[in-house]
């Protein structure tokens, strides 16, 4: 009887083991919408613990650091990987104790963390202390997962006065982490053609803040120059920002930043979207608005050719003669046909059904590796 009970708590304790959760521990900086999507995917298959390393104002950055440790101290011994969105000063720890603890970390490469641009002051190699953080982060990753191949390193020529190349190896150089690009997925029933009145020559940009340093950097500068010449055209700008103290056009309409449901409201009245930033990862809003018929203009820069492809139209440089030769030589297109396509190039390419299966499918070979 004795053996009995101990042979059928072993199988018990057995089949316990085969059913747990793997865990994770999931790093980021702040609860942007495609963190939320990211955490969803992983908690499908895994038990996922989060932690938001928001540290602002910026004197509370240590006591952030001191509650990170004391979080990750707590956790370690019973994580099996650990996951961190973006990299900078929220990567560093949960990088060197899964070094020391011998686990597998993997770092979303998407945007900041991956450029430099002196010229307005953006990127995470801009300021000295960032910058090491950032690098350290991404040498000692044993995983590195860039939502666009450009995140590792591209020719720049968008804009002369800033550095010929960008990305991460251009600033960091080699690392010795596998890499593994997957592209962003969306949601094609949510952000879809309503089949609605679309105001003819409109045009609209989302940012989510639209002043200071986003000013430059999402190209809402060159939509205020182009706007005054093109009098007759409409241009809206989402995002927020102090408004009071803007020179706006008359035919520029500025708007606070808007909920999912009224921004597909607003992108189903406009016919195209403008995406002139200098600098981007895999810009969400433009996907949502393709998804949404939104005809797609947009900056030679990181993924956003790519992104378009043949659905629109690109500005090679960052000037704005160009930009309004451009925008006066499509009024002509057939519209109806750039929409659909522009949909269609999200729905087929770029699904958050796809992100799913190839994300998943990748941690668990990760996983399968620590075994």
């Not at 059928?8 to 521990?25: A, E, H, R």
């Not at 020391?100 to 945007?111: A, C, D, N, T, V």
Request: glycine residues 4%; proline residues 4%; charged residues 20%.
């Amino acid at each position: 009887m004795e053996n009995f009970s101990l042979s059928f708590f072993s199988y018990s304790f057995v089949i316990y083991q085969s059913n747990k959760k793997l865990k994770i521990l999931y790093f980021y900086p702040n609860k942007a919408t495609f963190v939320n999507k990211d955490i969803t995917i992983l908690s499908k298959s895994y038990e996922v613990v989060t932690f938001e390393f928001f540290a602002y104002p910026k004197w509370k950055t240590p006591y952030i650091f001191l509650k990170q440790l004391i979080f990750i101290i707590l956790k370690i011994r019973s994580t099996d990987l650990l996951i961190c969105q973006f990299a900078g000063y929220h990567s560093f720890l949960p990088c060197v104790f899964a070094t020391l603890f011998k686990r597998k970390s993997i770092i979303i490469l998407g945007g900041t963390d991956c450029c430099s641009f002196p010229s307005i002051g953006y990127g995470a190699y801009q300021k000295r202390i960032l910058s090491n953080f950032t690098r350290w982060s991404i040498q000692l990753a044993t995983h590195l997962s860039p939502v666009h191949e450009s995140m590792q390193l591209y020719d720049y020529s968008y804009d002369d006065n800033d550095f010929p190349k960008q990305g991460f190896e251009y600033f960091c150089g080699k690392v010795k982490a596998d890499i593994k690009t997957i592209y962003n997925g969306y949601d094609s029933e949510k952000f879809k053609d309503l089949k609605k009145v679309r105001i003819p020559n409109s045009f609209i940009t989302v940012a989510m803040r639209v002043s200071g340093t986003n000013f430059n950097l999402k190209g809402i500068d060159l939509i205020f120059k182009i706007a005054r010449v093109l009098e007759s055209y409409k241009f809206t700008v989402i995002g927020n920002a102090s408004f009071s103290k803007m020179d706006v056009p008359p035919n520029v309409e500025l708007i606070p930043q808007l909920a999912n449901e009224e921004l597909i409201e607003y992108y189903n009245h406009h016919e195209f979207y403008l995406q002139l930033s200098m600098s981007e990862g895999f810009p969400n809003a433009l996907c949502e608005a393709m998804l949404c018929g939104c005809i797609p203009i947009g900056s030679n820069v990181s993924s956003i050719p790519f992104i378009i492809a043949d659905s629109g139209f690109i500005l090679s440089k960052r000037n704005e003669k160009l930009l309004v030769e451009l925008i006066t030589k499509i009024k002509n297109e057939d519209k109806s046909i750039l929409a659909q396509t522009a949909r269609q190039r999200i729905v087929s390419n770029f699904t958050l059904e796809k992100r799913t299966q190839i994300f998943t499918y990748w941690i668990n070979s990760i996983l399968k590796s620590v075994d």
